[in-house]
């Protein structure tokens, strides 16, 4: 018997007070027709009511897909765990679910992709939770927010720290999922899934495996159906003794503004020539000398902002395959792509899927990691989790704590200021207009990232600015690197309200880094 149902017969399934928990990752993989035919059930009966909805890495965005938006209604939605929340520039409005959590309507928690995934497998296992040390020290560790991000969350805790085998660590209790609601590109009439067509498998297969062993219900929303029989069994990522229903929609997009290309699912191989190269400024020129870190043969993971970049230096470079990039969806190699289609990548040698990649990065399996910064404080710690005056500019901490907990050697990028003026040339940089407020702060509004913690794990951390490469040392943030055309007084010390000082042995950084043309990178 056919699985297939049209999404509001999938949506009177779901029971009031479930928790489902929905594979996505912002755009990409969304199973976006489903989460709205919940919510216009919603408005239309009133049902299902009170649910908890988990989410590894976030369900939509601001630019077309509005994913866990669906869910944001009050009566509809109680509790909601997420690595990440839809983001955006403020002059789009708000998106619904940061309405409800500003306006604690709704109990969120900011949790490590990492650890939602880890959520999963022990739930799925009939374990008695995450037992983990990833967070420690940082907002996830209850001696701080404990991933709470309102009063309804803080007032519901969901992580402890426990002493086990004579060491700290943090433990997050089952939160067992009802419903799993996930998408792949084809199923036959049994429920198979093949994801030929997409960009990520994400963590479709264990949030799956999890709602099947705690007898809940499993729904997949696919592009198409095809005959029982006609999958190749090896390209079968979901078995259909997993899935109870399927929808279909035949407009889903790879990513908000990507219909399909087929060489962000590895169908085919791009000419290494046809993509484009990194802008010419001063985001360019923090990239190019992040991307000096590097060295032949490293495996090394990047997230948003200005680290993105960093591949497309190499490519520019003539070092296209040099480096072997992971993300946190679960691409490896080949090139990762920016803007909407983050989170995928053309040219990939595998796909992994997402749990598996934090596993390896929560063991700290990789070279390195560049990593981009909103602001950092005095004791090295990062924010890129949390601003107040703006929450919906950052999406959350997503795999940020997993990945940083422990790496052998991160490089942070980000501006020294925030809304200088700067001149580029290709003798130096010149600070025109100072910003209004520095980066380097006293202490940071979030721990994403906690420099006592780094420390005392001998990790190697630098951060990378348009004006000097800063270092966390046993004395604080010490610039050892400075930009040529910048003053090291005026433009460090002074305008970090003295928070970073200069090494007395700092050297120029070159000038290469500058020009217009490639710089020479040797690897």
Not at 139 to 163: H, L, T, W, Y
Not at 225 to 252: C, F, N, W, Y
Not at 297 to 321: D, W, Y
Not at 473 to 479: F, I, K, M, N, Y
């Amino acid at each position: 018997m056919s699985k297939v149902v049209s999404p509001a017969e999938a949506a009177k399934r779901v029971p009031d007070g479930a928790v489902v928990t929905v594979s996505s990752s912002s755009s990409l993989g969304c199973p976006d027709l489903m989460l709205k035919a919940i919510g216009e059930r919603f408005e239309a009966e009133g049902h299902p009511r009170d649910i908890t909805s988990l989410h590894p890495i976030a369900a939509g965005d601001m630019y077309g897909v509005k994913g866990m938006d669906h869910l944001a209604k009050d009566g509809l939605l109680t509790r909601v765990l997420a690595g990440s929340y839809p983001s955006g520039p403020s002059n789009l409005e708000m998106p619904e679910i940061w309405k409800m959590i500003v306006e604690d309507r709704v109990a969120a928690y900011n949790v490590p992709s990492g650890i939602m995934f880890d959520m999963h497998r022990e739930a799925a296992a009939h374990r008695p939770g995450v037992l983990t040390q990833i967070g420690l020290e940082t907002f996830v560790d209850p001696v701080r927010e404990g991933c709470a991000m309102n009063a309804r969350g803080a007032a519901r805790p969901i992580v402890s720290r426990v002493e086990f085998a004579g060491d700290t660590w943090l433990h997050f209790p089952n939160v067992v999922p009802d419903v799993c609601i996930l998408r792949a590109t084809t199923a036959d009439s049994h429920g198979n899934l093949t994801y030929e067509h997409e960009g990520a498998y994400l963590g479709g297969l264990e949030q799956a495996i999890c709602v099947r062993n705690n007898g809940g219900l499993v729904i997949a929303q696919v592009e198409r159906i095809t005959a029982l029989g006609s999958l190749r069994p090896h390209d079968v990522r979901v078995p259909g003794h997993l899935v109870d229903l399927v929808i279909i929609d035949p407009d889903q997009k790879q990513t908000c503004e990507t219909a399909y290309d087929p060489a962000i699912s590895g169908q085919v191989m791009r000419p290494w020539e046809s993509f484009a190269h990194a802008e010419h400024g001063v985001e360019k020129v923090i990239a190019r000398r992040a991307a000096q870190q590097l060295r032949a043969g490293m495996t090394a993971n990047l997230g948003f902002g200005i680290s993105a970049m960093v591949p497309r230096i190499l490519l520019e470079e003539g070092h296209p395959q040099a480096v072997t990039w992971a993300i946190e969806q679960g691409a490896v190699g080949g090139v990762p792509l920016t803007g909407f289609a983050f989170g995928c990548a053309s040219n990939a040698d595998a796909f992994v899927p997402s749990p598996q990649q934090f596993i390896y990065f929560q063991g700290g399996g990789f070279d390195m990691s560049f990593l981009s910064f909103m602001e950092v404080d005095t004791h090295g710690n990062v924010n890129v989790s949390k601003l107040e005056k703006k929450p919906y500019l950052t999406a959350g901490c997503g795999g940020f704590v997993d990945i940083t907990a422990r790496a052998r050697s991160i490089v942070f990028s980000g501006w020294f200021e925030a809304g200088a003026q700067i001149d580029l040339s290709d003798e130096g940089i010149n600070v025109a207009k100072p910003g209004r407020f520095t980066k380097m702060v006293e202490n940071v509004e979030h721990v994403t990232f906690s420099g006592d913690r780094a420390k005392s794990l001998g990790q190697d951390v630098i951060y990378i600015t348009e004006r000097c490469v800063i270092r966390l040392t046993e004395d604080g943030l010490v610039a050892t690197e400075i930009m040529p055309g910048i003053d090291p007084q005026t433009d460090i010390v002074r305008a970090s309200e003295h928070r970073v000082k200069v090494a007395e042995n700092a050297k120029l950084m070159p000038r290469s880094l500058l020009a217009k043309t490639p710089m020479g990178l040797v690897l």
